[in-house]
């Protein structure tokens, strides 16, 4: 709804501009007979929250950014670690050309661990430019971080051992290892070397180059909670709006991996929508990634997804629709799009006041807009030239209104009946069957 | 010799299990019945108001048209339609369909607490009887089921339309037809003065939209 609000105020911002633009033109017209140039217009949001509980009415929202930017030009960026703890937010506007607003990383709560934990609780950085009026915005915000860093203390206690059985050890598994390689190779090709390879072991000197490797990763065990980056970045050809929510992420031994990936990465509830208006062509698209569960183990990704929403007694008030790791996209007239997607999305009991909503991991993003056109003018007094604008809507609001339920009420009110008439009867027979003489 | 077998000794008093059933050990706990008691009487009431709920739909979408009705012809609202400063549950027009005997107030807006109204316009479309493309929403099996028989209608049928400031006569342009759930086109402005109006599909489904289109024949009063 946030982001509804947003673009309404932005479609109304649009209208109006037309409106001035018309105006303009109309007048160009009836003085001169000549063709009308329209600037270039867009609009781009992203929105993510971690956790979003609602209860008839009453919202909760822990870990949430917002980020957009268009042609006025505006960029505008925020972000809340926990919309209870005030310091938390952060907010970055800028409003005309060539500004930048960084906002510095404000944290509720920071607990001094160190050196074995850093703990960061509730936090958020924000921040917007307007670099030669093309915006660009940008916000984070996570409820935890917690680093484990017991890995190097443990590794410089064992260091008088390792350094004395190293030799021996990268004698005996190198050997080992080479002989198996040679056998597997065959059946399975590149596959071992490849994954020695992603840690960087040497099958010459294996445990050498796995202390190496472990004293590479920057901790042993990194633990975010509610992480959530809007984006809204804007280049010479494009416009894109990005957004991603996460409920939780464990990583093991983060930057043990070549590339700096950790070794695995178990994320809970993810969501990531990716909108993007192309300014050469005038053409936008939209993606969506949700899942229930991510485990990426040495960078091969597998995510756990259900599809489409389950819409349950659609039309009534007891309405409620469960998305596991679902998202869709929406086109719109005017060509605008808009993505949307859930990690694990509850609405219960939607027509009772509200009901109660529960969002693990919500992403949307939007961008819509057309390029610079020439449009050749009509000679006449009231001649006027008008120029669509992007009127870019949220997902809910595409849809025909739903006049009827996907339940088939009668059958399910009968079974509901007939379960309960039955089980007080099984009951009562067993007792009867139970009771003595 | 087992406890339950023929010419085992049992303490005197000792009640004995009745021939031809089984005993299999002690009496339920007492939280045990209950809890099956409340179970059983929870499922028979769930699937009373289950079925009771369509008819309740209509008991309230009566109530509300007579306040609806009693609304339509105040001279706040007449004030409030030319203004086009009408707020989502706000009656707004009048529909008739003689081949379906439907004579019913209709809101402003589609959202679910509108719709308890049994129909409503779609804020984004025309006031009715404007230029463009007026869009309606009905329910089909619940709150009155106002568009329950709509693909009935047939091209010629009438549709009469009075608001707050005047009215309007449709006839329906062609047979009904389906479209999905997300085929917003059907919402999008024509050249000429139209109406559409939108229901469920099939009955008790929401997995598609009926559609109905109509194209202004006469004006009743001059807007």
């Keep these: 709804m946030k982001v509804l609000r947003r673009f309404c105020s932005l479609g109304v911002l649009g209208v109006l501009t037309a409106g001035m633009l018309s105006g303009v033109a109309s007048s160009t017209l009836s003085a001169t007979p000549a063709s009308a140039n329209l600037p270039e217009v867009f609009a781009a949001t992203a929105s993510a929250q971690a956790l979003k509980l609602s209860l008839f009415g009453t919202t909760l929202t822990i870990s949430s950014t917002n980020a957009e930017g268009d042609t006025t030009p505006k960029a505008h960026a925020d972000g809340a670690g926990a919309a209870l703890i005030t310091a938390s937010s952060s907010v970055a506007d800028s409003t005309g050309a060539n500004q930048s607003v960084t906002t510095p990383k404000n944290c509720g709560i920071v607990l001094p661990l160190q050196p074995l934990a850093g703990v960061l609780l509730a936090c958020s950085q924000s921040t917007s430019v307007t670099a030669s009026a093309v915006p660009s915005a940008s916000a984070t915000s996570n409820i935890a971080d917690i680093d484990v860093n017991l890995l190097n203390p443990v590794l410089n206690l064992l260091k008088p051992i390792l350094d004395a059985l190293t030799p021996l050890a990268n004698q005996v598994l190198g050997t080992v290892l080479t002989t198996v390689n040679n056998v597997v190779q065959p059946l399975l090709g590149s596959t071992l070397t490849n994954l020695l390879g992603k840690l960087g072991i040497d099958i010459n000197k294996p445990v050498s180059s796995l202390i190496t490797a472990l004293q590479k990763a920057t901790n042993l065990i990194t633990i975010h909670v509610g992480d959530t980056t809007s984006q809204v970045a804007t280049t010479a050809g494009a416009v894109v709006a990005d957004s991603v929510a996460q409920g939780a992420k464990i990583d093991v031994l983060p930057g043990l991996l070549v590339n700096g990936d950790p070794l695995l990465s178990i994320t809970v509830g993810m969501a990531h929508t990716t909108s993007t208006y192309n300014r050469v062509s005038g053409a936008s698209a939209a993606t969506f990634d949700p899942a229930i569960l991510s485990i990426d183990l040495l960078g091969s990704v597998i995510p756990i997804k259900l599809g489409s929403p389950i819409d349950l007694l659609a039309g009534t008030p007891l309405e409620s629709v469960i998305s596991l790791g679902a998202g869709s996209t929406t086109t719109n007239a005017d060509k605008s799009v808009s993505a949307v997607a859930d990690g694990v999305g509850l609405d219960l009991l939607k027509g009772i006041n509200g009901g109660i909503s529960l969002h693990l991991a919500h992403a949307e993003s939007a961008a819509g807009g057309h390029t610079d056109t020439v449009t050749a003018a009509t000679p006449t007094t009231t001649g006027s030239t008008t120029t669509s604008l992007p009127v870019v809507t949220s997902v809910e609001a595409v849809r025909l209104a739903t006049t009827g339920t996907s339940a088939p009420v009668l059958p399910v009110g009968f079974v509901l009946v007939l379960a309960g008439y039955l089980t007080r009867r099984t009951f009562r027979s067993r007792r009867a069957a139970r009771a003595p003489r | ?223």
Aim: net charge positive.
């Design chain 2, 1 to 223: 010799m087992t406890l339950n077998s023929p010419g085992s000794r049992s303490t005197a008093g000792e009640p004995r299990p009745a021939p031809g059933r089984r005993h299999d050990g002690p009496p339920r706990p007492a939280w045990q019945r209950r809890l099956v008691s409340v179970v059983s009487i929870g499922l028979v009431v769930a699937g009373v108001v289950v079925i009771g709920y369509p008819l309740w739909t209509n008991f309230w979408q009566n109530r509300l048209q007579d306040r609806l009705a009693h609304q339509l012809t105040s001279r706040q609202l007449a004030d409030a339609y030319r203004a086009h400063r009408l707020a989502t549950g706000d009656s707004l027009t009048r529909i008739k369909i003689p081949a379906l005997g439907v004579d019913m107030v209709v809101v402003q807006g589609t959202t679910d607490s509108a719709l308890q109204a049994g129909a409503g316009h779609y804020p984004e479309t025309p006031l009715p009887c404007e230029d463009g493309n007026v869009a309606i929403a009905g329910h089909r099996t619940t709150y009155g089921k106002p568009f329950a028989n709509l693909d009935r209608l047939k091209p010629g049928d009438t549709i009469e339309l009075d608001t707050p400031i005047g009215g309007c006569v449709y006839t329906v342009a062609k047979d009904p037809f389906v479209v999905t759930p997300t085929d917003v086109s059907v919402l999008a402005t024509t050249t000429v003065r139209s109406l559409t109006l939108t229901t469920c599909n099939p009955k008790g489904s929401a997995a598609q939209r009926l559609v109905v289109r109509a194209t202004v024949v006469k004006d009743l009063q001059p807007l």
